[in-house]
C-alpha cells in the first residue's frame, strides 16, 4: 500500500488556468506539508497543515490555496498559472509536528506552456 | 533561518567504491533526515537520525549534533545508488510550526 500518494502525477498546463494536486496518506498521520522542487532541485516547504489547521505558510502566492478536508489529505490548488510555477510539487507528512520524521509521496511534475 | 550545506556537490564512483557524504548545519537541530532522490524523482527516506549513529545494509549514517554535522556512509556503491542525496534539518527553536530546510543535495553517479 502506498504511504503518501498523489494525483495526478504528471499536469501539463497553460498560463492562466487554475489546477489542483490531491495527496492521501494512509498513516495515520496528523501533519501534512507541500514541498516545491524548482529546476535545479531545490526542495523548500510551502504549507504545512497540523489537523486541518493551517501551521505554516511559506510566503507563498496567494494563488495558491491548500485544503485540508480531513487529516488524511490535503490539497494544493493552484489559480491563475504562470510559467515560474513550473516545478514538482511533493506531498509529505508526519506522525506529530515538530520533531517527528516526514515521510513524501512520489511528487507531481507540473509543466505551465 | 538555519543554513545547511551539503558536501560534494558532485560525486563519481566507480562500482564498488566507498564514499562519504557531508551536511553541516548552522543551528542546533532537533530533526535531521537523509533522503535519497532516485533518478525518476521519488524521495526515499534513508534516515531519520537527529543524533547518533545508524545502519542499513550498505549505507550509515552518524550525527554530531554538537559540532552541527552529520554524515552519510556509502560501502560497496552500486549503479542503483545513483542519484541526488539531501540533507534536511528542522531547527530546534523556530518560530511557529515545523519544516524540513533542505541542503542543495549532492549529486552521485555510479559508473560500472
Known amino acids: 500500500d502506498t504511504a503518501v500518494s498523489q494525483t495526478p502525477k504528471y499536469l501539463v498546463t497553460q498560463m492562466g488556468n487554475d489546477k489542483s494536486i490531491k495527496c492521501e496518506q494512509n498513516?495515520?498521520?496528523?501533519?501534512m506539508y507541500w514541498y516545491k522542487q524548482d529546476s535545479k532541485k531545490f526542495l523548500k516547504i510551502m504549507f504545512s497543515y497540523n489537523n486541518k489547521e493551517l501551521i505554516i505558510n511559506e510566503t507563498v502566492p496567494n494563488r495558491f490555496s491548500p485544503k485540508s478536508p480531513d487529516k488524511a489529505h490535503l490539497n494544493l490548488h493552484i489559480n491563475s498559472l504562470e510559467l515560474g510555477d513550473s516545478a514538482v510539487y511533493f506531498c509529505a507528512s508526519s506522525q506529530g509536528g515538530r520533531g517527528y520524521e516526514q515521510y513524501f509521496g512520489p511528487g507531481t511534475r507540473l509543466t505551465v506552456t | 533561518g538555519i543554513q545547511v550545506e551539503q558536501s560534494p556537490p558532485d560525486l563519481i564512483l566507480q562500482e564498488g567504491a566507498n564514499s562519504t557524504l557531508r551536511c553541516n548545519f548552522s543551528?542546533?537541530?532537533?530533526?535531521l533526515q537523509w533522503f535519497h532522490q532516485n533518478p525518476w524523482g521519488q524521495l526515499i527516506n534513508l534516515f531519520y537520525?537527529?543524533?547518533g549513529t545508524k545502519q542499513n545494509g550498505r549505507l550509515s549514517a552518524t550525527t554530531v549534533a554538537t559540532e552541527r554535522y552529520s554524515l552519510l556512509y556509502i560501502s560497496s556503491s552500486q549503479t542503483t545508488d545513483s542519484g541526488v542525496y539531501f540533507c534536511a534539518v528542522e531547527p530546534l527553536i523556530t518560530g511557529g510550526g515545523n519544516k524540513l530546510t533542505f541542503g542543495t543535495g549532492t549529486q552521485l553517479k555510479v559508473e560500472l
Open positions: 498513516l495515520g498521520h496528523d501533519t
Open positions: 543551528d542546533s537541530v532537533n530533526n
Open positions: 537520525i537527529p543524533s
